[in-house]
């Protein structure tokens, strides 16, 4: 034979180690700023000591909003990766394709209607999510029997956009204080951030992500074409629709904890390509460290730019990721 | 081992017509059998049902005596492996990630790439004459070098049984003799072919078997030289052709071209717009 054939496994490790000393390095720059200033000594002691005098706010505040910024930014990421290797068009994402605004409007309906917060609100929204993809996809196949991606995106953001108004308009007829509530739902941020909250997001989006990772090598094929993938062995339809949920329920994990939060499905993935590849055995867990870090510096920089008042997370986030989704939107059309 | 296809009928979504009738055929290991005809006579379709991708209405298609429909997925890859006529990734990777795709049936959701998958990975591409662009991006590529990347990822599988649909697509010269070389290579070794082609030249010099389509139904099934018929193809192109010797004796197929079959005979019908 005398074909030596590059193994490209180390890099991946490589870079993989990379992210995650970036994220574990983000977290920590995180737990510093705030609305009190806190030095780095003063915040290991806190960490170490519950007695110190810090300890409430990093252990009650700051560590469980970080946790729940890290794990939010994670999820959607990797949500994002998977819905583009689905739809076989970087441009997906779970906001774009509507899924956070189904999500939202969820929410808001099982907050405005008086459901107990917590698990009620997750359930809603995780029925908006699936209700708004599966919205998107049908809208997408009117065109013809197989789903052209640009009208997917297309339908995505028709449906996210009337999702939005009807929650607006819920919004608009609610008494201020369910409006404070319901609110949180729609600009997305971590301030209602508590170790509850992380414990509900991690027990939806775990098994999530786990399904995924599962799917990793489907996702390879699926990005191929349906024929090409059952012609190497993926059934095709059942990876789709597996992936599709497990997604829904990220999005909606996400959304239920954290409100509707855009672009980072979209910039992380396509950014981590480059590096990584875009097979997922690789891009999924790089996507997930690399948009945890990326959410909990986007909340570092929301809650710290106009403190002691609050951005929310969401705006931060659009004002990075809509310039790089310009950009791409170019690139494709070239 | 054989591919079997028993009668079956195969309709479209929505379509009135079916595009396959009645049509049955067979794929033994060790025979290169290669399926011609018009364009939109129903060879893709029996491809695809052969793959699963369509299910036919009447009839059976089994591999190894089980249903196609019975076997799954992951199973059926190994033992067939295929590449369809078009295709548009939307990632580029490198080659040898895209030929090692052909591996991840076999591999299943964890196992990790071993020394096996390695040396298949190597084999593919060195048949397909592509070891030099290993590194290179599939979007970098031209589109005969993406085709015999395809040809690469299917053969990467070592399958039992290979379905390629119009593979010389796209090819010069050069790497579609060494393509057809290597599918005589393959068969010799055990494999079952099926090629989908309009070379039907090749077909004549290469093939074992030849089946030829015509309107959805089976117009002929055997040995080269009695399928591609002078009068037979002809009539099944709606095009004239003639059936000339080459000076070691061997058949080969020209097309007429107007002024040689006479001015003054009408275009075929299907071809009067033109």
């Known amino acids: 034979m005398g074909v030596s054939v590059p193994a490209t496994v180390a890099p991946r490790r490589l870079v993989h180690a990379l992210l995650f000393a970036g994220a574990v390095a983000a977290c920590l720059l995180a737990l510093a700023f705030g609305a009190v200033d806190l030095t780095p000594a003063q915040v290991l002691a806190a960490l170490l000591d519950p007695e110190s005098p810090d300890a409430a706010i990093i252990r009650e505040l700051r560590v469980p909003r970080i946790a729940l910024g890290f794990g939010v930014g994670g999820a959607l990421a990797v949500a994002g990766a998977a819905l583009q290797a689905v739809v076989g068009n970087p441009l997906a994402e779970p906001w774009l394709l509507g899924i956070s605004g189904g999500a939202g409007l969820g929410a808001v309906l099982a907050v405005v209607i008086g459901l107990p917060p917590g698990w009620s609100v997750a359930a809603c929204a995780t029925l908006g999510a699936l209700a708004a993809i599966a919205l998107v996809y049908r809208v997408s196949l009117v065109a013809g029997r197989r789903v052209d991606p640009r009208v997917l995106i297309l339908a995505g953001v028709v449906v996210g956009a009337f999702a939005s108004a009807v929650s607006a308009a819920i919004l608009a007829v609610t008494d201020p204080f369910t409006f404070r509530a319901a609110a949180l739902w729609l600009f997305g941020g971590f301030a209602g951030a508590s170790w509850s909250a992380v414990g509900r997001f991690a027990l939806a989006a775990v098994p999530a992500l786990l399904v995924l990772g599962w799917l990793a090598r489907g996702l390879d094929l699926l990005a191929l074409g349906d024929d090409t993938a059952l012609a190497l062995g993926a059934d095709a339809s059942r990876v789709r629709r597996l992936a599709i949920v497990a997604t829904a329920v990220l999005t909606a994990a996400s959304v239920s904890v954290a409100g509707v939060i855009g672009f980072v499905g979209l910039v992380v993935p396509h950014a981590l390509r480059w590096t990584v590849g875009p097979l997922h055995r690789g891009l999924l867990p790089a996507a997930f460290l690399a948009g945890g870090a990326f959410t909990v510096l986007a909340d570092a920089g929301a809650r710290t730019v106009l403190a002691p008042a609050e951005l929310p997370v969401g705006v931060i986030t659009a004002l990075v990721g809509v310039p790089i989704f310009a950009m791409l939107l170019r690139r494709s059309a070239s | ?274």
């Not at chain 2, 052969?50 to 059976?60: A, D």
């Not at chain 2, 005596?65 to 006529?85: E, F």
């Not at chain 2, 990347?149 to 593979?167: C, G």
Request: hydrophobic share 45%; proline share 8%; glycine share 10%.
């Open chain 2, 1 to 274: 081992m054989s591919i079997r296809i028993d009668g079956i009928t195969v309709r479209y979504p929505r379509a009135a017509e079916p595009a396959v009738r009645d049509a049955s055929l067979g794929l033994d290991a060790g025979e290169l059998l290669v399926v011609a005809g018009p364009n939109g006579s129903g060879k893709s379709t029996v491809f695809r049902t052969i793959l699963g991708t369509l299910v036919p209405e009447r009839g059976r298609v089994t591999v190894d005596g089980r249903m196609v429909g019975d076997w799954p997925r992951a199973d059926l890859s190994r033992v067939v492996s295929a590449m369809p006529q078009r295709e548009e990734p939307a990632f580029p990777l490198a080659v040898h990630e895209a030929v090692l795709l052909g591996r991840w049936a076999r591999l299943g959701p964890f196992a990790p790439v071993g020394p096996e998958d390695r040396a298949a990975l190597a084999r593919a591409l060195e048949r397909c004459n592509l070891t030099g662009l290993a590194q290179r991006g599939t979007d970098t590529l031209s589109g005969g070098e993406w085709q015999r990347v395809r040809v690469a990822r299917a053969l990467a599988a070592e399958p039992r049984f290979l379905l390629l649909d119009e593979p010389g697509t796209a090819l010069d010269l050069a790497h579609e003799m060494a393509l057809f070389e290597l599918l005589r290579e393959l068969v010799a070794g055990g494999i079952g072919v099926l090629a989908i082609t309009h070379h039907l030249n090749l077909a004549l010099r290469y093939a074992d078997r030849v089946v030829l389509f015509d309107h959805g139904t089976v117009a002929a099934d055997g040995a080269p030289r009695a399928v591609l018929d002078e009068a037979l193809l002809s009539r099944v192109f709606g095009w004239p052709v003639s059936l000339q010797a080459l000076p070691d004796g061997s058949p080969h197929l020209v097309p007429l071209r107007r002024d040689e079959f006479g001015a003054t005979t009408p275009l075929p019908p299907h071809l009067e717009s033109t």
